[in-house]
Structure formats: C-alpha cells, structure tokens
C-alpha cells in the first residue's frame, strides 16, 4: 500500500508541476503581450504626433513669410517652422526609443517555452514586431532625412541670393521626397494592422486556454 501511495503522489506532483508550468506559460505570453500592446500604442502616437505636426508645417511658413518681410527669422533660425521641425525630431527620437522597447517584448515572446496556446501564433508575433521594428527604422532614417531637407531650404529663405528659382525648387524637391516617406509610412500602417490583428488572435487563445 506504501509503494502504490507513494506512486500516486509521485504522480499527483507531476501532474501539479505541469499545472504550474501551464500557468506560467499564459502569464508569461499575457506580460508580453500587454507589453507589445502598450509598445504599439506609443509607437502610433508618435506617429499620429508627426502627422499633425506636419499638417501645421504650412500654416508656420505662410505666416513666417508674410509677417517677416526680410525673411530674416528663416536665416538666424527663430522662424516657428524650426520649432515645427525640432518637435517632429523630437517625436522621431521617441519613436525610435520606441522600437528598442518593442525589440525587448519580441525577446520576452522568444524566451517562452509556448504551451497553452499556437507556437505558430506566437511565433507570428514574433516576426511581425521584427518588420515592424523595421518598418520603424526605414520611416524614422527616412523622415529624419526630410527634416535636414527642410531645414536646410528654410534657412536658405534668409539668404541674400536666395531667388525665386530658389524657393519654387527647394519646394518641388520637398515635396518629391515627400511622396517616398508617405509610401514608407503606408508601409508602416501595414505592420501596425498586421500585427494588431495577430495580438488579437494570441489575446483570445490566451482567454480560452485560461478557462480550461
């Protein structure tokens, strides 16, 4: 009777072993998942900051040129469009602290020894918050670019040889690069979508383990 309780017990401890792993599988998934949600949302108000700052960009210039008539805030840099310029890089700078962060929650979902719900999920996870990661980059390097561009030709403005062959191309070569950054972010709402919809899916296999 001895040896067969003891198997039993032998057993019981197993059983409740494994429990416990299955529990810190879900908890472990949930913490890294919560941590890329919160991640995401920071990294899309960022962006959602950069868009509407860029909207004010041509309300600053035409104010700057039509209130400083020898455009002299565009030379000495006082102008509000370099205000408008600093806060986007601001944004840019969070933005890429951002990423880093999102770099961490990827490593989290990697170190888990996935039980309770799809491998394939997770791993799916995985490789989104990586194209989004750079996706990020591409857009930041490329937005940064911009920035520089645009700072250059406003302070170009308050040049004594600046013409008005000056002004129209420093506005058409803005304006074409403009059109690669916007394929870029378009590329980045992609990411964002896809990898919303996954933490989605792993959110409810996550509900659905935990009630078993």
């Known amino acids: 009777m001895g040896m067969k309780k003891g198997k039993l017990l032998s057993g019981a401890a197993v059983s409740i072993m494994l429990l416990s792993a299955c529990s810190n599988d879900i908890e472990s998934i949930q913490q890294a998942l919560d941590g890329s949600e919160e991640k995401q949302a920071s990294a899309v108000s960022e962006l959602q900051q950069v868009m509407e700052l860029e909207s004010q960009l041509q309300n600053a210039f035409q104010t700057g040129i039509s209130e400083d008539e020898d455009l002299s805030s565009f030379s000495d840099g006082s102008a509000s469009v370099f205000t408008n310029i600093d806060e986007r890089k601001q944004a840019l700078e969070n933005l890429d602290g951002i990423s880093s962060e999102l770099t961490e929650q990827k ?34 390097t490329k937005y940064g670019e911009d920035l520089e561009q645009q700072r250059d030709y406003f302070e170009s403005l308050g040049q004594d040889d ?34 919303q919809n996954l933490q989605g899916d792993l959110s409810s296999q996550l509900d659905a383990a935990a009630d078993e």
């Open 107 to 140: 490593e989290k979902f990697a170190e888990i020894d996935v039980q309770s719900v799809s491998e394939e999920t997770v791993d799916e996870v995985e490789n989104t918050i990586q194209s989004l990661n750079e996706s990020i980059d591409a857009f930041a």
């Open 162 to 195: 600046t013409t008005y062959e000056n002004f129209k191309t420093g506005i058409e070569s803005i304006n074409d690069s403009r059109e690669k950054t916007q394929s870029l972010l378009a590329e980045l709402d992609t990411e964002i979508a896809a990898l």
